[in-house]
Structure formats: structure tokens, C-alpha cells
């Protein structure tokens, strides 16, 4: 039996994650869920808590403000790897990632180092988005491929299966991204450690309750990281940690 950890990001999904848990719970019972949360005002980390009293399958890690979810990420990377877990499947906390497809990420690992839940490969899709911000979505996944060479379609959602064992080989303190280029920088620097990357179609939807924290400055600022991490490819800057 494999060990798996289930990473939800939190800021504000109190409405969210009250229904996820469950759902997550159906669809991966083996699986141990651990909620990143930032201190959320709205009380997300309180009913954290609530949650893992009552499911010991439940953890949470409290974190002292909003520090972007990049940052959040890695901790959630960190803890799998502290704690000896073989996957880590990370997915938004606002039901735009249907827990579902879970189980196809976890099997495609039989093969690969890293699943991605993909929008943009043969099956998948959008739904309920603007023309605007599909082009977002879209130009921001040409220029990640462009500057950091990656071969994948979806390169800027966040749902995917990682193997710890890659992920430990990885130097998370040489991370540049403390926001949502992160998703990108995540694939450049599995790619440096010769990660097998692979996609599998969803139908990517919008979220339950909430509002969406993306925006056109988060992705100009996305787009700069990027750029900078096409300099680190080019000069072959270190990603790996030292022996």
C-alpha cells in the first residue's frame, strides 16, 4: 500500500473545505489530508482543527499569515517528506480540482514522477471561464514552455501527483516563486532532477464558494519569475541539494 498525502492550500475556504474533506475522505481513504492554512480570517484553521479532531486522517499546519501559496507548497512538501509519505497529490481548496480524478493521478505514477492534471491535452477543459482569462491561462503556459524548455501542456495548474523520493532531491530554499509561478517553477525544477512527467485530462471547474485570488498583476508577476528562471536554465543554475 502506498502512502499518500493530500496538500490543501488554504486562505478563506472555510465554505470549501467543510464539503471537500468529506469528498476527499470517499475518494481516497488510505490517503492522510494536510490543510496549509495562513491564518485565515475567516476561520478556515479553526474548522482545521475541528476537522482533525475528529479524523485522525486529518492534520493541519498553521502557518502565522498569508505568505503566498508558493511558500504554503513547500511546506506541504516538506512535511510529506519529514514524514516518509511516497505521493503527494496537491489540489485547490475551492472545488475546482474534482477530487475524482485522484485516483488516475496516483496510477499514472506506476510510470512517472509526476502527474499533472491537465486542461489543456486531449479530454480536458474549462468550464465557466471568461475569454480573458483563458487567454491568461494560456499565454502564461506558452511562455513557461518557451523559457524553461518544459514539454507539458498545463504547466500552470496546480493539481498534481509528485513522487517525495524526487522531491527530496530538490534544494526548496533556491525557490524564487512565494506566489502562483510557483506551479511553474515546481516543473522547471522537477525537470532538473530528470523527473518523468506525464498528463491525464480533467475539466478544470470554477469554484463553490469564494472569490478567485488570480489576477492580471499575479500573472505579470508570474511572467517575470518565469523569465528569470529561463536565466537559471540557461547559466545552469544549481537546483539539487549538495552532497
Not at 475528529?54 to 498569508?66: I, N, P, S
Not at 499565454?139 to 518557451?146: D, G, K, Q, T
Request: some cysteine; proline content about 2%.
Amino acid at each position: 500500500m502506498t502512502r499518500t498525502l493530500i496538500t490543501l492550500c488554504t486562505y478563506n475556504e472555510r465554505e470549501n473545505i467543510s464539503q471537500l474533506i468529506p469528498e476527499l475522505n470517499a475518494v481516497a481513504t488510505d490517503a492522510t489530508i494536510l490543510i496549509v492554512d495562513d491564518n485565515s480570517p475567516d476561520g478556515t484553521g479553526r474548522l482545521a482543527d475541528q476537522l482533525s479532531a475528529a479524523d485522525r486522517r486529518v492534520q493541519v499546519l498553521h502557518r502565522a499569515g498569508k505568505q503566498g501559496l508558493g511558500t504554503a507548497i513547500v511546506a506541504g512538501f516538506r512535511y510529506a517528506i519529514d514524514n516518509g509519505f511516497e505521493f503527494v497529490v496537491n489540489l485547490d481548496a475551492d472545488f475546482s480540482h474534482n477530487p475524482k480524478y485522484i485516483h488516475e493521478l496516483i496510477q499514472g505514477m506506476s510510470k512517472c514522477d509526476v502527474v499533472i492534471a491537465s486542461r489543456y491535452v486531449r479530454g480536458g477543459g474549462v468550464a465557466g471561464w471568461t475569454r480573458g482569462r483563458k487567454l491568461m491561462s494560456q499565454s502564461i503556459n506558452v511562455w513557461a514552455r518557451l523559457c524553461l524548455g518544459l514539454t507539458t501542456q498545463d504547466n500552470s495548474g496546480s493539481f498534481r501527483c509528485y513522487r517525495v523520493s524526487k522531491l527530496a532531491e530538490i534544494d526548496w530554499s533556491l525557490t524564487i516563486a512565494r506566489g502562483y509561478a510557483f506551479q511553474e517553477e515546481v516543473l522547471y525544477r522537477c525537470q532538473r532532477v530528470n523527473c518523468r512527467m506525464a498528463e491525464v485530462p480533467i475539466i478544470f471547474e470554477d469554484r463553490r464558494f469564494g472569490t478567485t485570488k488570480i489576477n492580471l498583476r499575479e500573472c505579470l508577476t508570474a511572467g517575470w519569475i518565469i523569465f528569470a528562471l529561463g536565466i537559471q536554465r540557461i547559466f545552469r543554475c544549481r537546483v539539487k541539494k549538495l552532497k
